[in-house]
């Protein structure tokens, strides 16, 4: 019973995550390719995340949690503009010396953008 169980609450949090790195993507401008190719699978299995024919587990699952991580700092420091979210994933930024939407394709430069705007975010 247990088992089942855990399952379940497994299949449930893939099931959020992929519904929330779905969200996030798109409100951070990143086009069904560019997902694809942060989380490391195809576009047709980015198709089927969306309806819900398929869920995350493991690599994609933790890198699609970075992803989530990324959006969420950035919205807090944007206060929560779309545009300017969009906007920040598409221009150069100097402190991590690349475009961020590119830098994230690696899981190198996803933990450095993360690791970026978390300390921008956190109060000195």
Do not use: C
């Not at 198709?47 to 991580?69: C, E, N, P």
């Not at 969420?72 to 545009?83: F, K, M, P, V, Y």
Request: glycine fraction near 8%.
């Amino acid at each position: 019973m247990t088992l089942t169980n855990s399952t379940a609450q497994d299949q449930s949090a893939a099931s959020v995550v992929a519904k929330a790195v779905l969200n996030a993507a798109h409100r951070l401008g990143l086009s069904q390719k560019d997902l694809s190719e942060v989380l490391g699978l195809s576009q047709g299995q980015i198709s089927k995340l969306k309806t819900g024919d398929a869920t995350l587990t493991g690599k994609a699952f933790d890198i699609a949690v970075y992803l989530i991580r990324i959006f969420r700092s950035l919205d807090t420091i944007t206060g929560g503009d779309e545009q300017t979210n969009k906007a920040w994933m598409r221009n150069e930024n100097t402190d991590l010396g690349m475009i961020p939407s590119q830098a994230i394709k690696s899981v190198a430069g996803l933990v450095d953008t993360m690791n970026y705007l978390d300390s921008a975010r956190a109060p000195l």
